[in-house]
């Protein structure tokens, strides 16, 4: 029997997570032969991405460095991963988002003429610088993609409106959804110390990430300021702050926060802690895309320290809200959401627009479908229902 051959690349940690479902529900099939290749664009955080999902990896091209430039993160994969398409010659390479990582091992795929599938196809916000550089990474994929897998109606449309064609279109939902079902647990216990500790009933308790490029400086220095006030004003108040491993961040996390009795500061979490802690926080304060995706599925407010977002879906849901990188507006923001009732409600629907846990197994069909193996196309996912 052919099998059909598909190379997963991923380099990060949430393009781990959001393909680890889809890879798993391939590799149940025979008709797929996978090899996933990591560029190692991150180290330590994609090892514990990789360990939690136990996925095997076939290709490593290692490239990671501290404080690592666009230009060389950019090279080194294109130098690394062509000679590997070249042996293997995969019918399709798979790449998941933004990335740097999604855009150069689209780009290797083109020079090597394999068709590429995009998962987390067609989000934009129509401003080049932000985010940085993804914007741009995400719309040259889609400029070299042949299939545009995509997480809602709205990302099809900015497709549509790009001129691309609707035969080329699957809506699936996002998988990061079907990793966040299998993950979430109410009986979760956590390992860390100070989870444990955490008296998650009677304290207000702030989840905060961060680790924008284009946050990096003053925008952070101003999100850190607000906590600081934050903690001040609000005895009860427990911040939990599992910091990103870029050394930007983490200087300043430390020189900020780090004598903060009520700051937290944790080594970045396994998957499976980290979304139990999300599940179980007040608030969470953030510039994540793929926690502005987890949020509403969990009925938890999710306040995004960015100026623009490529998910509105998000805040048309009403559980997640801009407010900036102005230290005041934090302060506000999360003070009105902690005191008034009313208005924290308005901000849990518990009903997730980016998917219903199973598009991992659409996006297999649609690739039946490509290939020839299915002769029906899937039908489209419309988040609430199937159309
Ligand atoms: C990258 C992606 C971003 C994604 C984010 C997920 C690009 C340009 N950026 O941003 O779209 O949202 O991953 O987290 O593709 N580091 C480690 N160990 C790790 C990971 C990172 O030490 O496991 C440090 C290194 O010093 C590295 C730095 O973090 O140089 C920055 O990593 P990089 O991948 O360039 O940027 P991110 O902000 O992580
Ligand atoms: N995440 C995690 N541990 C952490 C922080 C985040 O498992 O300590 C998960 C989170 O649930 C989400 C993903 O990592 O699925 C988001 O990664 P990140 O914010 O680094 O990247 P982005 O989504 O902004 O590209």
Redesign the pocket.
């Known amino acids: 029997m052919q099998q059909i051959k598909v190379m997963p690349v991923v380099g990060?940690?949430?393009e781990v997570?959001?393909l680890a479902p889809v890879i798993k529900k391939l590799n149940q099939k025979e008709l797929f032969s996978v090899i996933t290749t990591v560029t190692g664009q991150h180290r330590e955080?994609l090892d514990?991405?990789l360990d939690v999902f136990a996925l095997n990896v076939d290709y490593d091209l290692d490239i990671m460095n501290s404080r690592q430039t666009l230009t060389e993160i950019s090279t080194l994969i294109l130098e690394k991963l062509v000679p590997i398409l070249k042996k293997e010659a995969p019918d399709l390479v798979l790449v998941q988002?933004?990335?740097t990582t999604a855009f150069v091992g689209s780009l290797a795929a083109f020079y090597a003429k394999t068709r590429v599938a995009h998962v987390e196809a067609g989000l934009r916000t129509g401003d080049k610088y932000a985010p940085f550089p993804?914007e741009i990474n995400r719309r040259l994929t889609g400029v070299l993609a042949d299939i545009h897998l995509t997480p809602t109606d709205r990302a099809c449309g900015n497709l549509m409106e790009e001129n691309v064609s609707p035969h080329q279109i699957y809506i699936t939902g996002n998988p990061?959804i079907d990793?966040?079902q299998e993950m979430v647990d109410e009986d979760y216990q956590f390992e860390n110390e100070k989870l444990q500790e955490l008296d998650f009933q009677k304290k207000e308790v702030v989840l905060l990430?961060c680790?924008?490029r284009e946050n990096l400086g003053q925008p952070l220095e101003n999100v850190l300021s607000a906590v600081c006030d934050l903690l001040a004003a609000r005895k009860n108040l427990e911040l939990v702050f599992?910091v990103?491993l870029n050394p930007e961040v983490r200087q300043l996390a430390e020189k900020m926060l780090g004598g903060n009795k009520g700051a937290h500061l944790?080594e970045?979490?396994?998957?499976r802690?980290?979304?139990n802690l999300?599940a179980r926080s007040d608030i969470i304060l953030?510039?994540?895309?793929?926690?502005q995706?987890?949020g509403p599925g969990l009925g938890v407010p999710v306040l995004v320290t960015r100026e623009v977002t490529e998910r509105p879906e998000g805040q048309e849901s009403k559980a997640v809200k801009l407010v900036g990188t102005d230290r005041r507006q934090i302060v506000r923001e999360v003070g009105r959401l902690l005191e008034d009732r009313t208005e924290y409600e308005k901000m849990v629907p518990g009903v997730s627009p980016y998917g219903d846990g199973r598009a991992a197994e659409r996006i297999r069909d649609v690739l039946l479908f490509e290939f020839g193996i299915t002769k029906k196309p899937p039908a489209d996912f419309s988040p609430g229902g199937i159309k």
Do not use: C, N, W
């Open positions: 990060t940690r949430p997570i959001k955080m514990q991405m988002g933004d990335t993804e990061v990793a966040l990430t680790h924008r599992p990103h944790l970045p979490l396994s998957y802690p980290f979304v999300m953030t510039d994540s895309g793929g926690v995706e987890e």
